[in-house]
């Protein structure tokens, strides 16, 4: 058949297939035309039937709106998708939304701000790898390891981190700066007794045994200026170096604000009934009656009670509100150490559990129970975590679900019933992990021989 009568003959039955037959009747035609084809003829309709019947829609769909609907799979399913061909997998590998969403499922703290390109799915992938095998290491206890540091020849009673240092503060009459990374001793100065311990890169303020507070210049070892009025051993020390103040808080039951740069007494606050154990003072991040947002707030926590106030004694002298036990709950006798406040909420540990009260409303809004109440400390509190330390252990707890995350063993440690002997390390990734790898400091507490015992994150191997 030539290819003039081919084609007229080829549009009378496409015509004739097209419009004079039912659907069933086209059925019949196509196995009858199907059971007479040889090899060739299959092969060519195996071809062009993969792409009409098989149409990777991913593949037709525009870029962006394929990304938007990778971003609705959760990572399991990401994963499943990179195993369907190559365009999928580099779609998946190039979609930042999915990867970030996946990250934010983990628990991660991402915000608008930080430095990671928009579009680069590629890195979010890995930031979520890294977190994902964190999370299993810190349920395989190891997430960590730890390091023994040597130096005091007495009870070290005081410790506090910041920016990769930790002080230290002891019964043989000096505070020594440790590098955490090295565990080199950099500083050591002749103090008194130290009960309480707070440093920046210039000056080293020390709370004592001995009734005082001492500032100490880091660089010369002298004392450039001494707290004197409490009548009792002074257990906690805060200061605020933009608002001139320090405030103390004593055995004799008293909380001082004091002119840090003068050593002037500015105000005493009476209210407690028994040891003052620790002082903080924080900005506001809620409005409240008694609160805007932005002010200054002090608390003040003795075994039974926290009280709060303001700093500027013009505007009261009396405490603001004070915190108690919930009168439904019938045990339940003492606060324990530690204190913390991040400016919306405000959490301690008790012999009933670690309870959350709602600064702005000052409402208990949970009691997050657990099985050894006597032995609790807590070292900080997140909205993704919360860190804890138990008779035995070093311990992490999602903060919604209450799950344990990880349990780290420790040695035995010495106890101090104010907690100041025990320090957390950076506690950013308390409200969810960040973009950058956690590093340094954990905990860290003193030992019976005098050592000092830390608990340091270990590196994530991930390979891109």
């Not at 004739?16 to 039912?22: D, I």
């Not at 309870?355 to 807590?378: A, E, G, S």
């Not at 311990?395 to 040695?411: A, C, G």
């Amino acid at each position: 058949m030539d290819e003039k009568t081919f084609n007229s003959w080829l549009d009378a039955v496409t015509k004739t297939f097209t419009s004079e037959v039912s659907d069933q009747q086209r059925c019949v035609v196509l196995d009858r035309l199907i059971s007479n084809c040889g090899g060739v003829q299959l092969r060519h309709l195996s071809t062009k039937l993969e792409d009409l019947v098989k149409r990777d829609f991913l593949r037709l769909l525009p870029t962006e709106l394929g990304h938007y609907l990778l971003s609705w799979l959760d990572a399991e399913s990401l994963c499943q998708c990179c195993l369907v061909n190559r365009h999928w997998n580099k779609m998946v590998n190039e979609c930042a939304q999915a990867w970030q969403r996946a990250c934010r499922l983990l628990g991660m703290n991402i915000v608008e701000q930080e430095n990671l390109p928009e579009q680069n799915g590629v890195e979010w992938k890995t930031v979520y790898r890294r977190t994902r095998l964190r999370l299993r290491q810190m349920k395989e206890g190891l997430a960590f390891d730890s390091a023994t540091l040597h130096g005091h020849s007495a009870r070290v009673y005081a410790l506090h981190y910041r920016e990769g240092k930790l002080a230290s503060g002891s019964d043989d009459l000096t505070v020594r700066l440790w590098d955490v990374r090295t565990g080199q001793c950099q500083r050591v100065l002749q103090t008194h007794t130290v009960a309480d311990i707070k440093f920046d890169s210039s000056k080293v303020l020390t709370a004592s045994f001995d009734n005082t507070v001492a500032c100490w210049d880091w660089n010369t070892g002298e004392r450039k200026q001494q707290f004197v009025g409490h009548t009792g051993a002074v257990f906690s020390v805060e200061y605020v170096d933009e608002l001139d103040l320090l405030i103390s808080g004593s055995a004799d039951t008293t909380v001082k604000i004091w002119q840090l740069s003068s050593g002037n007494l500015i105000n005493t606050l009476h209210g407690h009934t028994d040891w003052v154990t620790q002082v903080l003072i924080q900005p506001c991040r809620v409005d409240s009656d008694t609160f805007s947002k932005g002010d200054q707030v002090l608390l003040s926590m003795d075994k039974s009670e926290i009280r709060v106030w303001c700093v500027w004694p013009e505007v009261n002298t009396s405490s603001m509100k004070t915190l108690t036990y919930p009168t439904s709950i019938p045990r339940g006798q003492s606060f324990l150490p530690r204190l913390q406040f991040d400016g919306a909420c405000v959490v301690c540990a008790s012999d009933i559990g670690i309870l959350v009260w709602n600064f702005k409303t000052y409402d208990l809004l949970r009691l997050i129970p657990h099985t050894d109440y006597t032995n609790l400390v807590l070292l900080g509190y997140g909205t993704t975590f919360m860190l804890f330390l138990d008779q035995k252990s070093l311990n992490i707890l999602n903060t919604q679900t209450h799950e344990s995350i990880s349990s780290w063993r420790l040695p035995t440690y010495r106890r101090s019933k104010r907690g100041s002997n025990f320090v957390a390390g950076s506690i950013e990734w308390l409200d969810g992990f960040g973009l950058d790898e956690e590093e340094g400091l954990v905990f860290a507490t003193s030992m019976p021989d005098y050592s000092l015992h830390l608990v340091r994150w270990r590196s994530v191997p991930i390979k891109r």
